[in-house]
């Protein structure tokens, strides 16, 4: 079994690389973006 981690605002600097990060570990990443407005 996979752990799972909601990432908020992944498509930041910090974001991006922490989902990098976790995926290379076998983590399920999943992530929130804000709109566009």
């Known amino acids: 079994m996979r752990i799972k981690a909601l990432i908020t605002g992944i498509t930041g600097q910090d974001g991006?690389?922490?989902?990098?990060?976790?995926?290379?570990?076998g983590y399920e990443v999943?992530?929130?973006i804000r709109r566009a407005s």
């Open 16 to 25: 991006s690389y922490l989902a990098e990060l976790l995926l290379s570990k």
């Open 30 to 32: 999943h992530g929130l």
